[in-house]
């Protein structure tokens, strides 16, 4: 008997829930084939409750969390990101914090989400932000006032990686869906552009 997931590979077992025969790629500690530890992994998730953190029992046939035979999922990271978006449209917003050009032309692209829409625009005001730092550290530094400018001078030169660091930091979060806070800039668009 073969595995019914792989061709022509022998079968080692069969799975305790559906008697499918299954290999020893597909077998784990718990006995089961793919299919029905994807389907508890499923109904798991969706019997947790949110506010308690209490999980329902398994109502599958045959295995159960009490006795072990089916593994828990894990909890798994906050999206707020729409499944249904693009990942061509998340990695343009994402190379939007980065490179400036790029948010502005993600608000240009017809099939965006709320999610997307709010990402280009904290991309736009990150890159805005920065650059409105870094003038005026310029200013400073150029103006003849003995302490503040030489002080100013000092920053300039760790403006640039700490751009790259963060700029990278939250466009991976976009990119993966997350939820995204650009601290200064994420409250001024939720104040004064409440339909991003």
């Not at 305790?16 to 089961?32: E, N, Q, V, Y």
């Not at 299919?35 to 329902?56: F, K, N, P, Y």
């Not at 400018?149 to 930091?169: D, K, M, N, R, T």
């Amino acid at each position: 008997m073969d595995c019914f997931f792989h061709a022509r590979v022998p079968a080692v077992a069969n799975c305790p829930t559906c008697s499918k025969g299954i290999c020893a790629t597909c077998r784990d500690s718990s006995g089961l084939c793919p299919s029905c530890r994807l389907a508890a992994r499923i109904e798991g998730a969706s019997s947790q409750t949110t506010l308690t953190g209490g999980r329902a029992p398994y109502r599958g046939g045959g295995a159960s969390y009490e006795s072990g035979a089916v593994v828990p999922p894990r909890a798994a990271a906050v999206s707020v990101g729409d499944p249904l978006d693009p990942v061509e449209s998340r990695a343009l917003v994402a190379l939007g914090y980065p490179l400036l050009p790029l948010a502005l032309l993600s608000l240009l692209e017809r099939r965006r989400s709320r999610f997307l829409k709010r990402a280009a625009m904290q991309a736009i005001g990150f890159n805005l932000a920065f650059a409105a730092f870094w003038g005026i550290l310029q200013l400073m530094s150029s103006l003849a006032i003995p302490w503040i400018g030489v002080e100013s001078a000092i920053l300039i030169p760790f403006l640039v990686p700490l751009f790259l660091v963060a700029s990278v930091y939250y466009g991976v979060k976009t990119w993966h869906g997350d939820e995204v806070r650009v601290p200064i800039v994420t409250d001024w668009i939720e104040e004064h552009l409440p339909a991003a």
